[in-house]
């Protein structure tokens, strides 16, 4: 039986880990579900998916366990659509038990926020 691809997350092409600082080079698949209805004609990533990517990956890589509570600097400056190609960056700070993110198109911030 064919696999079937995994249409609730964005396809990994690259990961790279240095300490508590991770980035991961993604590609929005058009498939993806986040992007059916929202919004026709000119789809794009919710924001609150983005957060939702972002903390499955810490949680999965540092083994994060604990519930987040809240969240700070919280942007999104640029669309993120299907077939980008973006960098996902992850700084864990254990000791302040805080997650910065950054998602970047093209070089260029797209959003951006910190999840305590």
């Keep these: ?9 964005p396809t990994l092409l690259e990961l ?3 300490g508590d600082s991770l980035t991961l080079r993604l590609r929005l698949e058009p498939e993806l ?5 929202h919004f026709p004609g000119a789809p794009l990533l919710p924001g609150v998916v983005q957060l939702h990517l972002a903390i499955q990956y810490a949680c999965e890589q540092w083994a994060i366990e604990e519930q987040f509570g809240g969240l700070e600097m919280l942007k999104f400056q640029r669309p993120l659509q299907p077939g980008n190609e ?3 960056l992850l700084e864990w700070q254990p000791e302040r038990r805080k997650l910065q993110f ?5 070089g260029e911030v797209a959003s951006s926020g910190r999840v305590k």
């Design 1 to 9: 039986m064919p696999h079937s691809p995994d249409v609730s997350r």
């Design 16 to 18: 790279h880990q240095e």
């Design 33 to 37: 579900v986040w992007f059916r209805g």
């Design 86 to 88: 973006v960098d996902l």
């Design 102 to 106: 950054c998602y970047r198109r093209d």
